[in-house]
């Protein structure tokens, strides 16, 4: 078992044909992801990468039964390529595209509150389960199959944890990028109930960074789980001075939110480890999982 | 994209929004000219900076002074204006260099009993546009909430949709209004949502918004922010985009599209994707190094702009090491990276130590480019090692620099690499 993509998970690409898709998709493929086909309109009927490539979602659904979708389409047009795979009832939507209106995401967002899909990003590096396959941006080699369960908001820091991961061993369940746009789908706490349920992960690092009301949510949340996993975590930016603020309305919105010591104290309260360095993520996490057996 | 309260206070007056009478000046002597073509004093002064806080402000070179200033004679409007024009206002919400004031906007003073807090913004946690609202409108917002939260109205005003008539009621009525109020505050949040709506904002904020006795309302102040993601379906707003950058690094960082802030330590930090750079300037801190910038560049494939990133860095007296914590993924590959480090070294000979940890796509090409250069660079295999080695360098500098052997083979070098006939 793993979270969210296993083996007989079906995907099809939005945008293949573009070089972002291309590039991505040619390397997951070439690591064994199962793409089964792709979207472009206007090149239905043709083939690219070896699938076959069709007009919308709907069609590239009805004849390869795709149950997952990565977005590589460019931001003025992103928002509906996410709805057209909500409207042909894609289970999963990965959405890698950056730089998406946020009102996009907010119409996105109440359309998904009547489906069942589940939308990871936008402005996600994507899914990589080690030995299934990577669903997005995730860069192919520095994934060992294993225990750990990451689960972060920046791209560029994932790969740090993954790299540390993998060399002292440890592995990785699965590493989910749930986005750093301050409207995304998937939540970190969502995320985390997922590897709490599965059994190949043993323990979880969580990376945050200042902004936002992500973390103290994952954090309240894990407060009041009853079952238990190690968590590790990492706040970026503790260090960096806070830059030109508009206003008092993003202060006081979620008050006493937002920084790192708000973050860290949330986390630790509700029992995570948390690290003052990135350095440490790695090593922390090793030792938590050595006490346990 | 943040606007000033001048252009601000266009769009709304645009949306049927009330507003004061105002003028922009440049000079003092437009300031005294447009006092008088506002009528009647008295006016107020305010320095147009992208930042609140201008009355809590002071002026670098008059601490006396602060961002926002009541004059009762039109001497008075030309004298805050020579004091404001030019200077660095620093307020609890700029960086701490503080803004240049180009502008000041003059405006006719409006007294009023009443004053509101007012906001539209988009809560990432529900993914709503949301209206924040107090009875206790400015300066001292912040606080009051801190103290008693009750004195903040929250609504969600849904996700682009008509607002409820039931949300404007509900508004109104903790807000204390009476009828008239009530009513004209309603139509203000309609009008202010779809221009929200219409404009691609990210942020509105009215504090203080004012209510007189006859409960008509008016916007003392204005704050704006456009989304950036939606300029460029929104020329009009597009077009307003001034830098107010104070260094000439800043400016140049935001015009190559990089993520720069200045610290105070001696240390260049070089870094691509904003979680990964604010990692590096973590990890340095958390060792005992002094970062003296946080640096993050955009995934890019073009070396010419690595290199401005580099010029950059290396254009800073005060950095004394560099370190360049770089992991290749997607199209930011690490031997662009390297490429664009040796062709700022022929720009500007690099003659400080350099740290680099280069990880995933193309990061043995990178190395192997870099090793041929003779560039003194020291490669190092993870972030620990790279912070380890930067707070050695620092507690013990040493002299360093390219030898002219080097240089001939960093000509080589880069003679082979397709990233130069890109640039």
């Given at each position: 078992?793993?979270?969210?993509?296993?083996?007989?998970?079906?995907?099809?690409c939005q945008g293949i044909t573009g070089k972002q898709g291309?590039?991505?998709?040619?390397?997951?493929?070439?690591?064994?992801?199962?793409?089964?086909?792709?979207v472009r309109n206007g090149k239905?009927?043709?083939?690219?990468?070896?699938?076959?490539?069709?007009n919308s979602v709907?069609?590239?659904?009805?004849?390869?039964?795709?149950?997952?979708t990565v977005i590589f389409v460019p931001p003025a047009n992103a928002a509906d390529a996410i709805l057209e795979a909500v409207d042909a009832?894609?289970?999963?939507i990965v959405c890698v595209t950056e730089r998406i209106p946020v009102l996009d995401i907010v119409r996105v967002k109440a359309r998904l509150e009547?489906s069942?899909s589940?939308l990871v990003g936008p402005n996600s590096p994507g899914?990589?389960?080690?030995?299934?396959?990577?669903?997005g941006i995730?860069?192919?080699?520095?994934?060992?199959?294993?225990?750990?369960?990451?689960?972060?908001r920046?791209s560029?820091?994932?790969?740090?944890?993954?790299?540390?991961?993998?060399?002292?061993?440890?592995?990785?369940?699965?590493?989910?990028?749930v986005g750093a746009d301050p409207v995304v789908g998937?939540?970190?706490?969502?995320?985390?109930?997922?590897?709490?349920?599965?059994?190949?992960?043993?323990?979880?690092?969580?990376?945050?960074?200042?902004g936002g009301?992500?973390?103290?949510?994952?954090?309240?949340?894990?407060?009041?789980?009853?079952?238990?996993?190690?968590?590790?975590?990492?706040?970026?930016?503790?260090?960096?001075?806070?830059g030109r603020r508009m206003g008092?309305a993003g202060?006081?919105i979620?008050?006493?939110?937002?920084?790192?010591?708000?973050?860290?104290?949330?986390?630790?309260?509700?029992?995570?480890?948390?690290?003052?360095?990135?350095?440490?993520?790695?090593?922390?996490?090793?030792?938590?999982?050595?006490?346990?057996? | 994209m943040h606007i000033f309260e001048y252009q601000a206070k266009e769009l709304m007056r645009e949306s049927g929004i009330?507003v004061?009478?105002?003028?922009?000046?440049?000079?003092?002597?437009?300031?005294?000219?447009?006092?008088?073509?506002?009528?009647?004093?008295?006016?107020?002064?305010?320095?147009q900076?992208h930042a609140?806080?201008?009355?809590?402000?002071?002026?670098?070179?008059?601490?006396?002074?602060?961002?926002?200033?009541?004059?009762?004679?039109?001497?008075?409007?030309?004298?805050?204006?020579?004091?404001?024009?030019?200077?660095?206002?620093?307020?609890?919400?700029?960086?701490?260099?503080?803004?240049?004031?180009?502008?000041?906007?003059?405006?006719?003073?409006?007294?009023?009993?009443?004053?509101?807090?007012l906001a539209m913004l988009v809560d990432g946690e529900s993914g709503q546009i949301a209206c924040l609202?107090?009875?206790?409108?400015?300066?001292?917002?912040?606080?009051?909430?801190?103290?008693?939260?009750?004195?903040?109205?929250?609504?969600s005003l849904g996700s682009g949709e008509p607002v409820?008539?039931?949300?404007?009621?509900?508004?109104?009525?903790?807000?204390?209004?009476?009828?008239?109020?009530?009513?004209?505050?309603?139509?203000l949040i309609n009008r202010l949502h779809a221009l929200f709506i219409e404009k691609d904002l990210s942020l509105i904020e009215i504090?203080?918004?004012?209510?007189?006795?006859?409960?008509?309302?008016?916007a003392?102040?204005a704050r704006i922010t456009a989304d950036d993601n939606a300029l460029y379906r929104q020329s009009r707003l597009a077009a307003l985009g001034v830098r107010s950058e104070?260094?000439?690094?800043?400016r140049?960082a935001a015009q190559n599209g990089f993520n720069?802030?200045?610290?105070?330590?001696?240390?260049?930090?070089?870094?691509?994707g904003a979680?990964?750079?604010?990692?590096?300037?973590?990890?340095?801190?958390?060792?005992?190094?002094?970062?003296?910038?946080?640096?993050d560049i955009p995934p890019v494939l073009e070396?010419?702009r690595?290199?401005?990133?580099?010029?950059?860095?290396?254009?800073?007296?005060?950095?004394?090491?560099?370190?360049?914590?770089?992991?290749?993924?997607g199209i930011?590959?690490?031997?662009?990276?390297?490429?664009?480090?040796?062709?700022?070294?022929?720009?500007?000979?690099?003659?400080?130590?350099?740290?680099?940890?280069?990880?995933?796509?193309?990061?043995?090409?990178?190395?192997?480019?870099?090793?041929?250069?003779?560039?003194?660079?020291?490669?190092?295999?993870?972030?620990?090692?790279?912070?380890?080695?930067?707070?050695?360098?620092?507690?013990?500098?040493?002299?360093?620099?390219?030898?002219?052997?080097?240089?001939?083979?960093?000509?080589?070098?880069?003679?082979?690499?397709?990233?130069?006939?890109?640039?």
């Amino acid at each position: 078992m793993s979270i969210l993509i296993d083996s007989s998970t079906r995907i099809i690409c939005q945008g293949i044909t573009g070089k972002q898709g291309t590039f991505h998709c040619e390397r997951a493929m070439a690591a064994g992801t199962n793409i089964v086909g792709g979207v472009r309109n206007g090149k239905g009927g043709t083939r690219h990468l070896g699938v076959p490539v069709f007009n919308s979602v709907a069609d590239a659904v009805g004849a390869t039964q795709a149950n997952a979708t990565v977005i590589f389409v460019p931001p003025a047009n992103a928002a509906d390529a996410i709805l057209e795979a909500v409207d042909a009832e894609v289970g999963l939507i990965v959405c890698v595209t950056e730089r998406i209106p946020v009102l996009d995401i907010v119409r996105v967002k109440a359309r998904l509150e009547s489906s069942s899909s589940i939308l990871v990003g936008p402005n996600s590096p994507g899914i990589a389960v080690p030995g299934v396959g990577t669903l997005g941006i995730m860069p192919q080699g520095i994934f060992k199959p294993g225990c750990v369960g990451i689960v972060s908001r920046a791209s560029t820091l994932t790969y740090e944890a993954v790299n540390q991961t993998t060399r002292n061993g440890l592995g990785q369940s699965a590493c989910v990028g749930v986005g750093a746009d301050p409207v995304v789908g998937l939540s970190q706490s969502e995320c985390l109930q997922q590897f709490l349920q599965d059994d190949e992960t043993k323990g979880i690092i969580l990376l945050g960074e200042v902004g936002g009301v992500s973390e103290e949510r994952a954090a309240d949340w894990l407060r009041d789980q009853v079952v238990k996993k190690p968590v590790v975590a990492y706040i970026a930016g503790q260090t960096v001075p806070e830059g030109r603020r508009m206003g008092h309305a993003g202060t006081i919105i979620h008050y006493g939110t937002g920084t790192a010591e708000s973050k860290i104290r949330a986390l630790k309260n509700a029992g995570v480890s948390v690290v003052s360095s990135p350095v440490d993520l790695g090593n922390t996490m090793a030792d938590l999982l050595k006490h346990l057996v | 994209m943040h606007i000033f309260e001048y252009q601000a206070k266009e769009l709304m007056r645009e949306s049927g929004i009330p507003v004061p009478r105002g003028l922009l000046a440049t000079t003092e002597s437009r300031a005294v000219e447009a006092a008088g073509e506002l009528g009647e004093g008295p006016w107020v002064v305010k320095a147009q900076v992208h930042a609140g806080g201008r009355a809590q402000g002071y002026f670098l070179n008059d601490r006396h002074v602060c961002g926002v200033v009541f004059a009762k004679t039109a001497l008075e409007v030309g004298s805050a204006a020579r004091s404001m024009l030019g200077s660095v206002l620093v307020t609890p919400q700029t960086a701490a260099q503080g803004e240049q004031v180009h502008s000041v906007y003059i405006e006719s003073a409006v007294k009023t009993p009443v004053q509101l807090f007012l906001a539209m913004l988009v809560d990432g946690e529900s993914g709503q546009i949301a209206c924040l609202a107090s009875a206790r409108g400015g300066e001292e917002i912040e606080t009051a909430v801190r103290e008693d939260p009750h004195l903040l109205i929250k609504t969600s005003l849904g996700s682009g949709e008509p607002v409820l008539a039931q949300s404007l009621d509900f508004m109104g009525s903790q807000l204390g209004l009476n009828d008239e109020a009530k009513a004209a505050l309603g139509q203000l949040i309609n009008r202010l949502h779809a221009l929200f709506i219409e404009k691609d904002l990210s942020l509105i904020e009215i504090n203080p918004l004012g209510v007189r006795e006859n409960g008509s309302v008016i916007a003392l102040d204005a704050r704006i922010t456009a989304d950036d993601n939606a300029l460029y379906r929104q020329s009009r707003l597009a077009a307003l985009g001034v830098r107010s950058e104070i260094g000439s690094v800043e400016r140049i960082a935001a015009q190559n599209g990089f993520n720069f802030v200045r610290l105070d330590g001696d240390v260049g930090t070089f870094s691509s994707g904003a979680g990964l750079a604010m990692a590096t300037v973590d990890a340095l801190t958390h060792i005992g190094a002094r970062p003296a910038n946080f640096l993050d560049i955009p995934p890019v494939l073009e070396v010419s702009r690595v290199k401005q990133a580099f010029l950059l860095l290396l254009s800073d007296e005060r950095v004394r090491c560099l370190f360049v914590n770089v992991f290749g993924a997607g199209i930011m590959r690490c031997d662009t990276i390297a490429d664009g480090l040796l062709l700022a070294h022929l720009e500007k000979p690099i003659t400080i130590p350099v740290v680099m940890r280069l990880a995933g796509t193309n990061a043995e090409l990178a190395a192997s480019r870099l090793e041929r250069s003779g560039l003194p660079v020291e490669l190092v295999p993870d972030l620990a090692a790279g912070a380890s080695r930067i707070a050695e360098l620092q507690s013990n500098p040493v002299e360093s620099g390219a030898t002219s052997g080097g240089w001939r083979r960093l000509l080589k070098s880069l003679a082979g690499s397709k990233g130069v006939g890109a640039s």
